[in-house]
């Protein structure tokens, strides 16, 4: 739960920065069962789940088509698990969605030892380093914008002042924790973004509708 809190905020944040439309389609691909879209739902932001191997128990009613076109998709925790990487990234890419925000460990460089191998469980299987992902803009045509914790895809041709870039640079190229996470951005520039309204009551609303 708190790393949803985490990505919650963060997801929020470049949404704002890049200056999102509320109306913007957005998907989590990798949703797991639905917590994270719930979540940024709540906040404001249109938010559709899709996973190809868990229930979505959370935000059902809002599923997403990983093929539709998006403006904002985020992969939390998703890329290290990743069987057929240049396929499911080719699928991930395809629809050129604006922003693609992932959130995988980097490495840099081969160390014994590092916990992010998880050899316990077996599931994390693909790594990343700061090139890789470098690498992965170039080929599907976007700038990385990439950190130690997170990484932030631009497609070629989206509009992102200078301020706005600036930011997102400031917030993704270190550590983000829940405490710092709006401590990087000056509060004059922050009261100038744009809000979100919740969707909370709007999607019970929509959900009453749809039962039986």
């Not at 925000?101 to 380093?129: A, C, D, N, R």
């Amino acid at each position: 739960m708190q790393r949803n809190q985490n990505t919650a905020r963060v997801t929020a944040l470049v949404a704002t920065i890049a200056a999102l439309p509320a109306a913007a389609k957005c998907l989590d691909y990798g949703g797991g069962h639905g917590v994270l879209v719930r979540m940024l739902r709540d906040i404001g932001l249109d938010f559709a789940w899709f996973d190809k191997y868990a229930e979505n128990l959370f935000a059902r009613g809002f599923e997403g088509d990983v093929d539709g076109h998006h403006q904002l998709v985020t992969a939390f925790e998703v890329l290290e698990h990743l069987a057929e990487v240049d396929a499911d990234l080719t699928r991930l890419f395809a629809p050129e969605p604006d922003l693609v925000l992932v959130g995988t460990e980097l490495h840099s460089g081969y160390k014994p030892g590092w916990w992010y191998f998880m050899l316990e469980s077996g599931q994390h299987i693909v790594f990343y380093g700061a090139r890789t992902m470098a690498w992965i803009g170039e080929r599907f045509g976007y700038e990385a914008i990439v950190g130690p914790e997170y990484t932030v895809f631009v497609r070629a041709g989206f509009q992102l002042g200078a301020m706005r870039r600036q930011l997102l640079n400031r917030i993704i190229r270190r550590p983000v924790t829940v405490t710092n996470l709006l401590t990087l951005i000056p509060a004059p520039l922050l009261r100038r973004l744009s809000r979100y309204e919740s969707r909370t009551e709007a999607d019970h609303a929509a959900m009453r509708t749809r039962a039986p």
